[in-house]
């Protein structure tokens, strides 16, 4: 038994959902995702605390690679992690935040007020492989 077209529409009606505004797409830097969230983007980052080099590290497995000399205790790479981030992309700290992943070296963070057609080619240039890297220094 099929429903009436007029129904669906009345439904339609009360949800508010008339089907024109459809969900902004996802923006791709290699294999990360820039997913838009409200007025900002939402990324996978992997923070690497402890590391000899800290700074942006490149893309890799879909995830923006963060290297900060802090250990993983009581949250201090965390800071160092957003804090880094925030310096490469030129804003404020405060923009960024950790929405899950706090205790885990795979986090996702989502920049507020920085659409993924504003972030994307700010993250292009990190769009590397290790390979890559590694036979330039060669």
Do not use: F
């Not at 996802?26 to 983007?41: A, C, M, N, S, Y």
């Not at 000399?69 to 965390?78: F, P, W």
């Not at 507020?112 to 700010?122: C, I, K, R, W, Y």
Request: net charge positive; glycine share 12%.
């Amino acid at each position: 038994m099929s429903r009436s077209p007029r129904r669906d529409e009345r439904r339609a009606e009360r949800s508010g959902n008339d089907g024109a505004a459809a969900a902004p797409p996802i923006v791709r830097v290699g294999e990360l995702e820039l997913k838009p969230v409200g007025d900002g983007t939402e990324i996978a980052i992997k923070g690497m605390p402890g590391s000899r080099r800290p700074g942006l590290r490149g893309i890799r497995d879909g995830a923006l690679r963060i290297g900060v000399t802090q250990v993983a205790e009581k949250g201090k790479a965390n800071v160092a992690i957003l804090e880094t981030l925030a310096d490469a992309l030129g804003i404020r700290a405060g923009r960024i935040r950790i929405v899950s992943g706090a205790t885990s070296s795979q986090k996702r963070v989502r920049i507020e007020g920085l659409p993924p057609h504003d972030l994307a080619p700010l993250l292009e240039p990190l769009d590397i492989d290790d390979a890559d890297t590694n036979a330039a220094r060669s």
